[in-house]
């Protein structure tokens, strides 16, 4: 049974590349300089400002003049990768920066201020290499798996749900057939190794029920190596179990064998949630009314679909029947159907007593709550809304 280690100085893990609010696994030969704008109406790819829409079609038209008002590093990486196929050996440096931009633009006669959140990534290597050694150089900061109060989303079709492994909590995220696992939340032991909330423990391909692709494991001596793995989802999704041969290293960081490893992973079940339904959306809405950008979005997607709210129909979430008086009450996120396009709307939730006190609440895609809460809150109320357009 794989236990998260290889040897005294190794453990599972890579990094993820986090670009505009959702983790992607990089591959060899890679170049990408994107920003994922508030809102997603707007796009910015390799310093261009587009709408969204017309980029994905593929006919993005002129870039929309803008101007940066400030910018921050959130985190940033410099390093060499090895690939053991190529004699000699060739170091492949990268560099991957994430950071934060607000810029300012005028569109249609309206001024926007907006916040953009970006990546930058670049390497060299052949796409007929596998990054099999990976070194950090230089790092600044530290990735994160999902940053919570942007308000904004990739505009990819991803899900994401928790899952369980050898004590840590991990996210897996399914975009088409591609499948990412990363740590949320790992173990207190694996901190001394480098493992931190965004570290990747594997990323592939789904096949059916079938799974292919490349765990990872970190040392302290020889950086990240990957190695392949496969498996199969088993007991009705809720369990999924990898299969590989994890190298075994020289102090001269060369591979010298393997030995068997398995990764198992459970489902999380969530503790407050019990299911969903549909609602109107001027119910759905109505719970953001305060917030003016969204109320500006929502109607400029009701005027360009040529409808109005009592013909949308919203998809919520809602809560569990353990709940003693908010049972079946609807929380974010509501996925409201607007014409050809999909408004999500997300936020964080309080769960309040009958003094108006906070028994509990849940930020970003966190779902526990104290059981005070679930046996006590008589109240719900969303705060921080965050949305996204899904073309």
Same mark, same amino acid.
């Given at each position: 049974?794989?236990?998260?280690?290889?040897?005294?100085?190794?453990?599972?893990?890579?990094?993820?590349?986090?670009?505009?609010?959702?983790?992607?696994?990089?591959?060899?030969?890679?170049?990408?300089?994107?920003?994922r704008?508030?809102?997603?109406?707007?796009?910015?790819?390799?310093?261009?400002?587009?709408?969204?829409?017309?980029?994905?079609?593929?006919?993005p038209?002129?870039?929309?003049?803008?101007?940066?008002?400030?910018?921050?590093?959130?985190?940033?990486e410099k #390093?060499?990768?090895?690939s053991w196929? *190529?004699?000699?050996?060739h =170091?492949y /440096?990268? @560099?991957? &920066?994430?950071?934060?931009?607000?810029?300012?633009?005028?569109?249609d006669g309206?001024?926007?201020?907006?916040?953009?959140?970006?990546?930058?990534?670049?390497?060299?290597?052949?796409?007929?290499?596998?990054?099999?050694?990976?070194?950090?150089?230089?790092?600044?900061?530290?990735?994160?798996?999902?940053?919570?109060?942007?308000?904004?989303?990739?505009?990819?079709?991803?899900?994401?749900t928790?899952?369980?492994?050898?004590?840590?909590?991990?996210?897996?995220?399914?975009?088409?057939?591609?499948?990412?696992?990363?740590?949320?939340?790992?173990?207190?032991?694996?901190e001394?190794?480098g493992v931190?909330? #965004?570290?990747?423990?594997?990323?592939? *391909?789904?096949?059916?029920? =079938?799974? /292919?692709? @490349?765990? &990872?494991i970190?040392?302290?001596?020889?950086?990240e190596?990957?190695?392949?793995?496969?498996?199969?989802?088993?007991?009705?999704?809720?369990?999924?179990?990898?299969?590989?041969?994890?190298?075994?290293?020289?102090?001269?960081c060369?591979?010298k064998?393997?030995?068997?490893s398995?990764?198992?992973?459970?489902?999380?079940?969530?503790?407050i949630?019990g299911g969903?339904?549909?609602?109107?959306?001027?119910?759905?809405?109505e719970?953001?009314r305060?917030?003016?950008?969204?109320?500006?979005?929502?109607?400029?997607?009701?005027?360009?679909?040529?409808?109005?709210?009592?013909a949308?129909?919203?998809?919520?979430a809602?809560?569990?029947?353990?709940?003693?008086?908010?049972s079946?009450?609807?929380i974010?996120?509501?996925?409201?159907?607007?014409?050809?396009?999909?408004?999500?709307?997300e936020?964080?939730v309080?769960?309040?007593?009958?003094?108006?006190?906070?028994?509990?609440?849940?930020e970003g895609?966190?779902?526990?709550?104290?059981?005070?809460?679930?046996?006590?809150?008589?109240?719900?109320?969303?705060?921080r809304p965050?949305w996204?357009v899904?073309?």
């Amino acid at each position: 049974m794989f236990n998260g280690f290889v040897n005294p100085v190794a453990v599972c893990a890579s990094l993820f590349v986090t670009w505009a609010g959702a983790a992607t696994a990089v591959h060899a030969s890679d170049y990408m300089h994107t920003c994922r704008v508030e809102g997603g109406i707007y796009v910015i790819d390799d310093g261009a400002l587009y709408e969204t829409e017309k980029y994905k079609g593929g006919s993005p038209g002129e870039p929309i003049p803008y101007r940066v008002i400030s910018e921050a590093t959130h985190s940033e990486e410099k #390093g060499y990768c090895i690939s053991w196929k *190529q004699k000699p050996e060739h =170091r492949y /440096e990268f @560099r991957v &920066r994430r950071y934060k931009q607000r810029i300012a633009f005028d569109r249609d006669g309206q001024s926007w201020e907006l916040d953009a959140k970006c990546a930058l990534y670049g390497d060299g290597m052949p796409a007929n290499l596998d990054c099999d050694r990976r070194v950090v150089t230089d790092r600044v900061g530290s990735p994160e798996l999902r940053e919570t109060g942007w308000g904004i989303e990739d505009e990819r079709e991803e899900t994401a749900t928790r899952w369980t492994h050898n004590g840590s909590e991990m996210e897996l995220r399914a975009d088409g057939q591609s499948r990412i696992f990363g740590y949320v939340a790992p173990r207190p032991e694996l901190e001394p190794f480098g493992v931190r909330a #965004g570290s990747v423990l594997f990323d592939g *391909q789904l096949d059916g029920e =079938r799974l /292919e692709g @490349r765990a &990872r494991i970190f040392t302290k001596l020889c950086g990240e190596i990957s190695f392949p793995v496969r498996g199969k989802i088993e007991r009705g999704g809720t369990r999924i179990v990898l299969r590989g041969r994890t190298p075994i290293l020289t102090a001269a960081c060369r591979p010298k064998g393997t030995k068997d490893s398995e990764l198992v992973f459970e489902v999380k079940v969530s503790p407050i949630v019990g299911g969903g339904g549909s609602l109107p959306f001027e119910e759905a809405i109505e719970f953001f009314r305060s917030d003016a950008r969204l109320m500006f979005q929502v109607a400029q997607l009701l005027k360009d679909a040529k409808t109005d709210m009592a013909a949308v129909v919203c998809v919520g979430a809602a809560l569990g029947d353990q709940w003693t008086h908010l049972s079946r009450t609807r929380i974010p996120p509501f996925e409201c159907q607007i014409g050809k396009t999909t408004l999500v709307i997300e936020g964080d939730v309080e769960f309040l007593g009958g003094d108006g006190k906070v028994l509990g609440r849940t930020e970003g895609r966190s779902t526990t709550v104290p059981a005070s809460a679930i046996r006590s809150a008589t109240e719900v109320r969303f705060v921080r809304p965050r949305w996204h357009v899904r073309y």
